[in-house]
């Protein structure tokens, strides 16, 4: 079992940034990947970046250049770098792990963009 705790979201202006944080606890195995998704109201949750055990990353095309997500393995944490953001960005933001078919989510943290 794997429990993730996310925090950081909030109100930003456009054009601003934030930082996401999640504490990641429990056993992962060694072909594990970690990510953020985001959902908007009454849409399907959505995967913005990801990062493989192996640290290789990958991106939601509308968010290349502007995000960035890391991970520190002594800490057990994994972060979501986002900048110039904008209000379409405005969602509820999750970490994940995904391993061995199960996916794990945490409660999610509001990001809202806007002036």
């Known amino acids: 079992q794997v429990q993730l705790v996310e925090s950081g979201g909030g109100l930003v202006q456009p054009g601003g940034s934030l930082r996401l944080s999640c504490t990641v606890s429990?056993?992962?195995?060694?072909?594990?990947?970690m990510g953020w998704a985001r959902q908007y109201p009454e849409k399907e949750r959505e995967s913005v970046a990801t990062?493989?055990?192996?640290?290789?990353?990958s991106y939601r095309e509308s968010v290349k250049g502007r995000f960035a997500i890391s991970r520190d393995t002594v800490k057990s944490t994994l972060a979501l770098e986002m900048n110039n953001l904008k209000t379409e960005d405005t969602a509820v933001y999750y970490c994940?792990?995904?391993?061995?078919?199960?996916?794990?989510y945490g409660q999610g943290t509001r990001v809202t963009v806007s002036s």
């Open positions: 994940y792990v995904l391993q061995s078919g199960n996916i794990y």
């Open positions: 429990g056993s992962l195995s060694s072909d594990h990947y």
């Open positions: 990062i493989t055990s192996g640290g290789r990353t």
